[in-house]
Every structure is written in structure tokens, then in C-alpha cells.
């Protein structure tokens, strides 16, 4: 029924990955319609807070003049358990990242995709990949087929169209972690009165411990111009047996924490977020980038990476799209979509990139994130060798005593404490 | 041992209260739709706790799932054990309409 | 000539869950996108729904600023043949009185439809004045709280529509052209589609009317056209919620409530029935 319109390209998902792609192809000359189910570009966008720009650069030509909050040029590392807390305070030389809503930045793309000429449908959910013979021919939504040279699939972390289209196996709990967040308005002068902050400067912080009931995962807070997103991130992987509570309840526990709630006082809550994303990213990548007709894009795509410390997502998703457009344009000036071509001109050097050595690299430490003690154990390890460091009465003990005391409260061997402290050391 | 007193922990927000936050425009359709049958034999029931939204809730033993309020992460499709859930986004642009995230 | 039909839609502040500053007791209205009056969707439906059984044309009318675009590119995806936009500035701060004259006149203009639609009422303003008016304006006749339109005939020149009251329908057979008000959530809007959503893009079927293309009194129109004082806007008081929780199977609960419903005097029994009170 009703179709007709030939694409050479259409891209699935208007999120940054998406959005990206559909710039680039539209900015090249390429007919490009850009599907997304949101209305408008990027209000179904959830992140945690902040992006980094390295990579934007070579992709966006005036980045400066996106919807850009607060240049972080402060991270912090928290560890909390009951009124203990171990916190590490570093003021970056210069800032390489900023803070930002998703929302807004992604709505920046889109209408730069839009302005080359783009077409964005937004409104329409994608119910398929029309598939022909194991190769994709197009899109399938409600009851319109619509045909396209190439499909970019860039539908985020949650791949229904892949899985159905049997291109990735089904989504597992241990792949994947869900993140909530509150974005808390607080004016400009009082967040940077609060976190000690210049004027425009932001703030990048991470907490473990407590404030995720010890559940693997973590917990953030992002300054941003005039709000704070504030947040919590748990693994999914055996999340049923470890979650005593829901996970609202753990962010409104961090939120209401004795030992943070100053941050927050006084400010009221916009908005509620929520949305998934990935853990095990080499595991969740498919087994390809590039099949015949389509490539695949950003968090679909498995390119994420979380050390713990640092999450990148958003300019990951941008870099693919980016690359995704190049190789799609050397595939379609040869006039040859099929898998090798868009394998050559994509998945090569997508594989090539800083961003799959680094997923690659990350790959032991990553492991080493998802063992549970690391979330409960290892830091009162931590907690524990401060504890007896500094809380003195008589004795004062020699440090390794203490973090010997420390590991036997813990039941934790000094052999296993050395040889993980080891992997995730050497795996950086 | 002196210590300093902690200040008293403030008033959790109940789950409307923050889904109140939000803009939304609902569709009459559901977009996810629960098989609570399949609920009955499920040991952990995961959606309970991990449904950010607190979309299912049990009551007498039963879990009762509404759509109104989800906030379309996709978690309670990946935790299922039982695939009792038949999950899909909304149409139409409706659902949650994010502005700060 | 095949059936014409019209539909007023406006594009209201999607206010359907915003919250009051309990401090300013205003609105928080800070990013809150703007949507297509859910009431006019019913419209949108009904209307679609009459030309998929006779064919024809559908367009829609809004008097709005520029950026109400985008509502009638929803209404275009869910298979709306044509938008008109009335706007210009001299437009600006109009009360219902005004907003129907613009509407009427433009209608006028664009030649008068057989059946021209409208929602019950709007979510930001709520006074249902506008379809009444505009019927009013255009002396046409006006059936509200309609749920479906059960005939129409073109050359005998009648439509028989159904109205839903509180407990029965009612049958009406009305003279084209009409002015009908579609019951508020009668209809289930369809989806909007991908095809239609690239006819929009491809075909642009958009229309601008401004004063220019209306020549109207601009005494008439706008602010200066607009009788209407607002003498004072006050929030009711929130009444605090009692949230009770009660555990049990599904029979017994609803004994339970009726009962506690019945204790708030919100039930009452009459002839061995319970009914809702009556204020
Ligand atoms: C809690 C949390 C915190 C994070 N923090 C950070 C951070 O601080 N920094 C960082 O860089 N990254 C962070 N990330 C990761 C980052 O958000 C993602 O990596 C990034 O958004 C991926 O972009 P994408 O374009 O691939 O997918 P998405 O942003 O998910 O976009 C996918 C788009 O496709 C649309 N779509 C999906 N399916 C369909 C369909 N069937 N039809 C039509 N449209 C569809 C969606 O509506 C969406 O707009 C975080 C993620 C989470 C969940
Ligand atoms: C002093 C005063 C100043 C005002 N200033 C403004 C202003 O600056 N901007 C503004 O938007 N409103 C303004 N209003 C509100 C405006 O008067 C009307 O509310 C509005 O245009 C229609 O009334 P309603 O919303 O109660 O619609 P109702 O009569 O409740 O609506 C019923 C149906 O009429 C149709 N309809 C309503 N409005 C329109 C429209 N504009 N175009 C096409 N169809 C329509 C829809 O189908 C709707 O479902 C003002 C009101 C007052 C009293
Ligand atoms: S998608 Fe997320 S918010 Fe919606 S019901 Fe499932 S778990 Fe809850």
C-alpha cells in the first residue's frame, strides 16, 4: 500500500547518532528522510549530562553554537556509606567536555540535518525493516512500505527493529543497566555557589556506595546552566535479586541523602527521566556494522563506554553517524550498497576508529566493573584503610595493616584485591 | 565519640509526584501491553521494582500494569523472565515528551 | 462536486498535566510544547471518518500564530487532505468573540463547507463558545455533542448526526452546510502515517490567510475586537488527597468503596439505586 517515495537514504531515529547521519548525507546532496517517533527531534532523548567535544569538532564545523551549558572543568569521585564518605576533587587544566540536555542538543542536529535538506518525519514510529531476500530494502511503518538505497539504523540502545529483523539476538539483562534522573532547578548563582564553581564552569561527579544501595552502578550529578541532572544508573544484570527497592526510591534517596541534600535544597524537580543503557558494550555489539543495505549506528551499534568514571555515548553516536555518512556516500557514488561495499566504506573504518580501539581496550575493565564486589566490598575496602588510617585512638597502624584490616573486615583475599585492582589497572 | 549531627533526611517523593513533572500526551491505546497471566508463575516479578515508573504494581498476588505513566525505557521487556510483556513504543509522537533530559 | 468539510482545530499549550507554582500560584509553563487540542482530534475523526464512507475533502482552519504549523502537519499525518492558516498580527489577543468572527469570515471566504467541524471545547480555555458562534456568525445550524455521523446526503442536502447525552443518544437530522461539535473523547484519533507524513513535506498543502487576504474592521478583530474582561483569575483551593488503601479481592473492594463514597456523601441511594450526588 501507499508508498512509492525512493530514498537514497533513510535514517531510523533522529537521536545523535540519526541525526548525524542525516546531516552529513543531506549536507552532501543526498536525498535523506530522517523517521523518528518522537514529535520533533530529541524529545524523547534521555542522558546522563555531559558530552565531549574532541570528536565534535571534526564532525560539526560550529559547535560552539550548540545549546552548550557549563564547560566541565571539575570532577569529582565520591564513595558514601552511611556518614562515611571518600570523595577525590580535580579541577581540570582545561575542559575538553560540557554539560548539556540531550534533548536540546539532539534538536540542534536534527535541524541542521533539516536545513541541508533533510527530511524529518517526526511522529511516526518504525515498525520494521522491509526485508527482501536477507537484504533491506526499507522501512515499514503501520501500513506504508517506503523504499530507500540505504537504511541507517540509529533506534538507540532498546533494538526492536533489529531483534525482530533478527540482525542482533534478543536483548539481555546483564547487557544492559537503566538509568533515572532528575533535573532540579536551581538558579545559576546558587549552583555555582554550591559546588564552588567560576562563573560557567561545570561540574562532573560520581558517586558509588550507599547511594546506590550498593547495587553495581553508579550515580551522577551534572551541573548545568541553571539545573542539576541528578541521577543513578543500575545494572540490570541480576538487578531482581538486588534491588530491595524501586529504583524511583533510590533516586529520590539520593536526592534526599543527609550528606547531599544541600546541593540540592530549594530546588524544584522539571522533570523525571528515564531510559536504558548499555553495560556490556562489546557484547552488544552486532556481529556486523554493515549488512546488504543497511549500516548501523550509535547505541544500536553497542559503541558505548563506561569506565565508571566517565560515560561516552552521545559523541560516540555522533562520530558513527558521521563515519556511517561517509562510507555511505563512497558506497552510493559506486553504486553499490551491498554488505561488502558498506562494510568496506563503514565497518573498516569504524573499526579503525579511536572509537572501537577504545571499546576494545576498555573490554577487561569492563568486566571487572560488572562484579557486584566492586560496587559493595571494594570500596569499604577503601572506606575501611581511611577508617584506620586517620580515626586514630593509640596505635597508629602502618598502611599496609590497614588495608590488611580492612580486606579481612571485608572478607576480601589481598590476592583477589590485587589481582582485580591489577586487571582493571592494566586493562586501562 | 562526637559527631556532628546529621541533618534530618527529607520527604521521598511519591512516583506521581514525579511522573507529575512531566509533559505527556497519552494516547487511548495502550502502547505496552502485560500478559498478567504469565505473571502468576514468575518468582521475582523484576518489573515490580525495576519499572522506573511504577507502571505494574501487585495487588492481591496480581500484577496490574498501567501504561499511562512509562516513561518508555524498555526495561521491563529486557527483565521480563516470562515474556509477559508485549512491548512497543507509541504512535503519533504521543507518551513522555522530554525537555531537559 | 464532492462533500467539503471543514475542521477548526487550535494550538493550545499542552497544559493537560502541568503543574501550579504553589509560590506565584502560576502556571509552570517553562518548555511546555504546544499540541493540537485533544477535543479537535474527535473532530479530526469524525470528519475523516464521514470521507471514508462518502469521499470528499477535508481540510483544516486554525487562527493561530505561525508556529501552529506543525499541529496541522499532525493533522495532515492522520489524513487531513489541507491546512489553512488564519494569521496575522492584528489578530493577536482576541477573546472567543473575536476568534469566531476571524474564523467565520475566513471560512467565508474559503467558500462555506458542508460540514464544518469542531471539538467540544479547548483545554486552555474551555468556554465552547467558538462553534456556536461560528455557526452563529455564518447562520448555519449547530448540533453539539456529536459521536457519529450516521448519513449524509449531499443532493437532498441533509445530514443525520447522533448526538451523545448523559444517558441516551439522540437522532438528528440537520440542513447542510452544519456546524457540528464532535463529544469530547467520542472518537479515537487514528495514527499518524508515514505516507502522509510525506505528502505533507512533498506537497506542502498549506494555505496563509492574513487581514490582508480579509479585509476585516481591524475594530473588529483582535484585542480591539475583544468585549471581554477578565475581571479577576484566582486557583480553587487543593483539596488534599485521603488516599486510603484497601487490600482485597476485586468484589469487596468495590463494596468497600461504594460504601466510603457513600460516607463523603458523593453517593446517595434513591429508589434502591445508588446514584451520584448532585450538587
Ligand atoms: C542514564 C544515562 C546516562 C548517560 N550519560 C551519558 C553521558 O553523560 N555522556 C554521554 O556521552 N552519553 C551518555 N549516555 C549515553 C547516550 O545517551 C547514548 O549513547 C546516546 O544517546 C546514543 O545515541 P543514539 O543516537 O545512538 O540513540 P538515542 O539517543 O537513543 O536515539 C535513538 C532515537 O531513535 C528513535 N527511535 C527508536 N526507535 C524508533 C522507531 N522504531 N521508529 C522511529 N524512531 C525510533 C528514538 O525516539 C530516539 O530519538 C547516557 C545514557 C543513559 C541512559
Ligand atoms: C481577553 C482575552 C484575551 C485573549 N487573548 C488570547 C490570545 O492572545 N491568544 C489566544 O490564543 N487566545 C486568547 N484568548 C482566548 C481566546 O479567546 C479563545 O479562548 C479561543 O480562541 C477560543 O476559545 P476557547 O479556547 O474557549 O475555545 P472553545 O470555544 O472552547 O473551543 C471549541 C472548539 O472551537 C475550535 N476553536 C477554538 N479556537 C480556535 C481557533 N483559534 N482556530 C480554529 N478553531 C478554534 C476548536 O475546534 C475547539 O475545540 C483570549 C481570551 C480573552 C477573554
Ligand atoms: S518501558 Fe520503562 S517506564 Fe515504561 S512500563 Fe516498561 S519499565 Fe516502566
Redesign the pocket.
Known amino acids: 500500500m501507499g508508498q512509492s517515495a525512493e530514498f537514497d537514504a533513510i535514517v531510523v531515529g533522529a537521536g545523535p547518532a540519526g541525526a548525524t547521519a542525516a546531516y552529513h548525507l543531506a549536507k552532501r546532496g543526498f536525498n535523506v528522510l530522517l523517521v523518528e517517533r518522537g514529535r520533533g527531534a530529541g524529545s524523547k532523548q534521555v542522558f546522563g549530562g555531559r558530552i565531549y567535544a574532541e570528536p565534535l569538532r571534526e564532525v560539526f564545523d560550529d559547535l560552539d553554537k550548540a545549546p552548550i551549558h557549563r564547560w566541565v572543568r571539575r570532577e569529582r569521585f565520591t564513595i558514601l556509606d552511611g556518614d562515611r564518605e571518600l570523595t577525590l576533587d580535580f579541577r581540570a587544566g582545561a575542559s575538553t567536555s560540557f554539560t548539556a540536555y540531550l534533548t536540546q542538543f539532539t534538536q540542534w542536529i536534527a535541524q541542521k540535518a533539516v536545513d541541508a535538506g533533510a527530511v524529518l518525519a517526526d511522529e511516526v514510529r518504525v515498525d520494521g525493516l522491509w526485508l527482501d531476500g536477507g537484504r533491506v530494502r526499507g522501512i515499514v511503518a503501520g501500513p506504508d512500505r517506503v523504499a530507500a538505497r540505504v537504511v541507517i539504523v540509529a533506534e538507540g540502545v532498546n533494538r526492536l527493529l533489529l531483534e525482530r529483523a533478527g540482525f542482533v539476538h534478543r536483548a539481555s539483562p546483564r547487557e544492559l543497566a537503566l538509568g533515572v534522573k532528575e533535573v532540579i532547578k536551581l538558579d545559576k548563582k546558587t549552583i555555582e555557589e554550591r559546588f564552588g564553581l567560576e562563573e560557567g564552569e561545570g561540574l562532573a561527579w560520581v558517586l558509588l556506595g550507599e547511594v546506590t544501595d550498593f547495587i553495581p552502578g553508579g550515580a551522577f550529578v551534572y551541573t548545568n546552566r541553571d539545573t542539576l541532572s541528578v541521577g543513578l544508573v543500575v545494572h540490570l544484570g541480576g538487578a531482581y535479586q538486588l534491588l530491595r527497592d524501586q529504583v524511583h526510591v533510590l533516586a529520590e534517596r539520593l536526592r534526599t541523602h543527609p550528606r547531599l541534600s544541600r546541593f540540592f535544597e530549594g530546588g524544584d524537580i522539571m522533570e523525571y527521566s528515564a531510559h536504558m543503557t548499555i553495560e556490556d558494550s562489546v557484547g552488544y555489539m552486532p556481529e556486523h556494522f554493515a549488512y546488504d543495505g543497511m549500516v548501523i549506528v550509535g547505541d544500536a551499534a553497542g559503541l558505548l563506554l563506561n569506565t565508571g568514571l566517565t560515560i561516552r555515548g552521545v559523541d560516540y553516536a555522533a562520530y558513527s553517524g558521521y563515519l556511517a555518512a561517509k562510507g555511505v556516500e563512497r558506497a552510493l557514488s559506486e553504486g553499490d550498497a551491498s554488505a561488502e561495499a558498506l562494510r568496506r566504506h563503514y565497518e573498516v573504518p569504524l573499526r579503525e576508529s579511536f572509537i572501537y580501539r577504545d571499546l576494545m581496550r576498555h573490554r577487561g575493565a569492563s568486566y571487572a566493573m560488572k562484579n557486584p564486589r566492586m560496587f559493595r566490598e571494594y570500596p569499604r575496602v577503601a572506606l575501611d584503610t581511611l577508617e584506620e588510617i586517620y580515626t586514630l585512638g593509640r596505635e597508629t597502624p602502618l598502611p599496609h595493616e590497614a588495608l590488611a584490616r580492612a580486606l579481612s573486615r571485608n572478607r576480601v583475599g589481598f590476592a583477589e584485591f590485587a589481582l582485580r585492582m591489577l586487571k582493571v589497572v592494566m586493562s586501562l | 565519640m562526637s559527631q556532628a549531627q546529621e541533618p534530618p533526611r527529607r520527604k521521598l517523593l511519591r512516583i506521581d509526584d514525579l511522573l507529575q513533572r512531566n509533559v505527556y500526551d497519552v494516547d487511548q491505546r495502550p502502547h505496552i501491553i502485560l500478559h498478567a497471566e504469565k505473571c502468576e508463575e514468575c518468582e521475582y516479578k523484576p518489573c515490580l521494582r525495576a519499572c522506573p515508573a511504577e507502571c505494574y504494581v501487585e495487588v492481591g498476588g496480581r500484577v496490574i500494569f498501567s501504561y499511562e505513566g512509562c516513561l518508555e525505557c524498555g526495561t521491563c521487556r529486557v527483565v521480563c523472565p516470562h515474556d509477559a510483556v508485549e512491548w512497543d513504543y507509541p504512535v503519533s509522537g504521543r507518551g513522555v515528551y522530554y525537555r531537559f533530559s | 462536486m464532492s462533500l467539503e468539510m471543514m475542521v477548526?482545530?487550535?494550538w493550545v499549550p499542552n497544559t493537560q498535566n502541568v503543574r501550579f507554582d504553589p509560590k506565584t500560584g502560576t502556571l509552570i509553563r517553562e518548555g511546555v510544547p504546544s499540541i493540537v487540542?485533544p477535543?479537535?482530534l474527535d473532530?479530526v475523526e469524525l470528519a475523516l471518518k464521514v470521507k471514508d464512507t462518502y469521499g470528499g475533502r477535508v481540510r483544516v482552519?486554525?487562527?493561530?500564530p505561525p508556529s501552529a504549523v506543525k499541529g496541522i502537519e499532525h493533522v495532515i499525518g492522520m489524513g487531513v487532505d489541507a491546512g489553512v492558516l488564519v494569521t496575522d498580527r492584528v489578530f493577536?489577543?482576541?477573546?472567543?468573540l473575536a476568534?469566531s468572527y476571524v474564523?467565520s469570515q475566513a471560512i467565508k471566504k474559503l467558500g462555506l463547507p458542508d460540514l464544518l467541524f469542531?471539538?467540544?471545547?479547548?483545554i486552555?480555555?474551555?468556554?465552547?463558545?467558538?462553534?456556536a458562534q461560528v455557526a452563529s456568525w455564518l447562520d448555519l445550524p449547530y448540533v453539539y455533542y456529536v459521536d457519529r455521523v450516521e448519513e449524509v446526503n449531499r443532493e437532498e442536502g441533509y445530514a443525520v448526526v447522533r448526538r451523545k447525552l448523559e444517558d441516551r443518544y439522540e437522532w438528528v437530522r440537520v440542513e447542510l452546510p452544519a456546524v457540528i461539535a464532535a463529544a469530547l473523547k467520542s472518537q479515537v484519533p487514528r495514527p499518524v502515517r508515514l505516507s502522509e507524513k510525506l505528502r505533507f513535506h512533498r506537497d506542502k498543502p498549506l494555505q496563509t490567510l492574513t487581514n490582508k487576504d480579509l479585509g476585516l474592521d481591524p475594530r473588529c478583530v483582535g484585542l480591539r475586537g475583544?468585549p471581554?474582561i477578565?475581571a479577576k483569575v484566582t486557583w480553587m483551593p487543593e483539596v488534599p488527597r485521603k488516599r486510603q488503601v484497601f487490600k482485597g479481592d476485586a468484589r469487596e473492594a468495590a463494596r468497600w468503596l461504594v460504601k466510603k463514597l457513600a460516607e463523603e456523601g458523593i453517593l446517595v441511594r434513591e429508589d434502591g439505586r445508588w446514584r451520584v450526588r448532585v450538587a
Do not use: C
Not at chain 3, 482552519?61 to 493561530?64: F, Q, V, Y
Not at chain 3, 469542531?118 to 479547548?122: A, H, L, P, V
Open positions: 477548526g482545530i487550535k487540542n477535543a479537535d473532530a482552519i486554525t487562527m493561530a493577536a489577543g482576541a477573546d472567543t476568534t474564523l469542531f471539538g467540544q471545547e479547548t486552555d480555555s474551555s468556554t465552547a463558545h467558538i462553534p475583544s471581554t477578565v
